[in-house]
């Protein structure tokens, strides 16, 4: 398996501007989790979801921020408008559920580097 | 809720040198614990995780971890450090969410370099 693939790997973009973050989840796995890693607040869950229903969103900063997850094998996380502070690593992962059988690691990808100028 | 704590913001050791890397846990009911490992501009890799059994739990690259419920810990371990093994290391405790499957609470992460 390739693992998680997340795209873009590098995206600059200017602060208003709308992104889109996308990510395929191991294929198989029934839970993928967003992430964003900063040096000031360290790595944060923003949102998961359980077979492609969102659990929970708690973590996500404001309405500026939306995920989605069309079917099982793609999740999009998207920013509109952008903003400077939004500038960090954004990392998805994915795992199988307690249904599978025992307590399962996450499987990150290898994140989304986002600049906002 | 579920936490763990990272005391160490960074360690250093000689290569060759036996290296720990500390985590303190707090769980209400059984623990299910982590670590992982992440290189720079690289997402997070599993090292091993602690369900039952052993307390001294076997992982990749060498790496090690010991359960000990009285003192809430779980340190990671090396018996003889590489230079390569230079990374951000996260302690992870599994929340207790109906629902959650596998929702992990994370660390702030401890800086482990290791010197010729």
């Known amino acids: 398996d390739a693992g998680v693939i997340q795209s873009p790997r590098h995206e600059v973009t200017e602060m208003g501007q709308e992104v889109t973050l996308r990510c395929k989840p191991i294929?198989?796995?029934?839970?993928l989790f967003w992430y964003r890693q900063t040096m000031m607040r360290g790595l944060e869950l923003l949102i998961y979801?359980?077979?492609?229903?969102?659990?929970?969103d708690s973590g996500m900063p404001e309405d500026r921020f939306s995920a989605k997850m069309p079917n099982a094998s793609f999740s999009t996380l998207k920013i509109q408008p952008s903003e400077p502070r939004d500038s960090a690593v954004y990392f998805c992962?994915?795992?199988?559920?307690?249904?599978?059988?025992?307590?399962?690691?996450?499987?990150f990808g290898p994140g989304t580097r986002l600049t906002v100028l | 809720a579920q936490s763990v704590a990272q005391p160490e913001d960074q360690v250093n050791v000689a290569e060759g040198n036996p290296l720990t890397v500390k985590c303190t846990y707090s769980?209400?009911?059984?623990?299910?614990l982590f670590w992982y490992v992440q290189y720079p501009n690289r997402g997070l890799q599993f090292l091993l995780k602690?369900?039952?059994?052993?307390?001294l739990v076997k992982g990749s690259y060498g790496f090690e971890a010991e359960f000990n419920k009285s003192q809430t810990s779980f340190h990671l371990k090396k018996p003889s450090a590489l230079v390569s093994d230079s990374a951000l290391y996260f302690c992870?405790?599994?929340?207790?969410?109906?629902?959650?499957?596998?929702?992990?609470?994370f660390g702030t992460g401890t800086q482990l370099k290791v010197e010729l």
């Open positions: 992962a994915s795992s199988l559920g307690p249904l599978a059988g025992g307590i399962n690691e996450q499987f």
């Open positions: 294929s198989g796995h029934d839970y």
């Open positions: 979801f359980n077979n492609n229903v969102p659990i929970d």
């Open positions: 769980v209400s009911g059984n623990p299910y």
């Open positions: 602690y369900i039952t059994g052993d307390n």
């Open positions: 992870a405790v599994r929340d207790l969410v109906t629902g959650g499957g596998n929702k992990l609470t």
